[in-house]
């Protein structure tokens, strides 16, 4: 348990449909992130919180809206996704700046 | 080309021996930290060793870096067959608040 928790930690959908992955930390962290891994390609930083406001935003498409309504909450609402957007999606947290980071298990996407 | 690239992609040793896996880099970094990941599961932080830092030690691990080459070695040592995941590097580069950028990381295999 690295204190940072996901759901749902599977997660099928299809193309039209709109659905939210959600994240909790219990580490009492001020910055959150949302990352993408696919297949055979490095992890991909989409984006970044600090004390609630997002400080980067990594060319995301609008289909992917993050919202971060506390230090300690992050969600990631999907809409309209295409089929390679399957990947796993994982949340970490730090105290920010260049600090190591603690990842949540995952949710791993299937679009179809 | 990628910040962070690493060496071996795929490592396969039987328990007992030594794992040796290599990281480059290209820009100024604050540190650099090397993270596991067990199969579909989320990272967990291994080791961070900053940029005035040449050696660091955890337990089996040992972390050496080397600014003039920007590049970083993890050294497993007496590996067991737990220690079978992917490990992946990142860096945290100098001025940046917060963001790492990964490598695409090496596949350990450790046979019984």
């Known amino acids: 348990e690295t204190g940072v928790t996901q759901t749902p930690r599977h997660l099928v959908m299809g193309m039209t449909n709109k659905k939210s992955l959600k994240c909790e930390q219990h580490?009492?962290?001020?910055?959150m992130y949302w990352y993408k891994q696919s297949a055979k390609k490095p992890l991909e930083l989409m984006f970044v919180?600090?004390?609630?406001?997002?400080?980067e935003n990594n060319s995301v498409p609008s289909r992917f809206s993050p919202e971060c309504p506390n230090s300690s909450h992050l969600f990631l609402h999907l809409h309209t996704l295409q089929p390679e957007d399957s990947a796993l999606y994982l949340c970490?947290?730090?105290?920010?700046?260049?600090?190591?980071?603690?990842f949540g298990p995952g949710t791993r996407l299937t679009v179809t | 080309s990628q910040q962070g690239e690493e060496d071996p992609q795929a490592l396969s040793i039987q328990e007992g021996e030594n794992a040796t896996m290599n990281c480059s880099y290209k820009?100024?970094?604050?540190?650099l930290q090397w993270y596991r990941q067990n199969s579909g599961r989320g990272l967990v932080h291994l080791i961070l060793?900053?940029?005035?830092?040449r050696e660091k030690h955890s337990g089996r691990l040992r972390v050496t870096l080397d600014t003039s080459k920007k590049s970083s070695s993890l050294l497993i040592t007496a590996s067991r067959a737990a220690d079978t995941a992917s490990y992946f590097c990142?860096?945290?580069?100098?001025?940046?608040?917060?963001?790492?950028?990964f490598g695409q990381g090496t596949t350990l295999q450790v046979k019984p």
């Open positions: 970490a947290s730090s105290r920010g700046g260049v600090n190591e980071q603690y």
């Open positions: 580490l009492g962290h001020n910055a």
């Open positions: 919180y600090n004390f609630k406001e997002q400080t």
């Open positions: 820009t100024s970094i604050n540190n």
């Open positions: 060793i900053r940029s005035n830092e």
């Open positions: 990142a860096t945290a580069i100098s001025g940046n608040t917060g963001k790492l950028i």
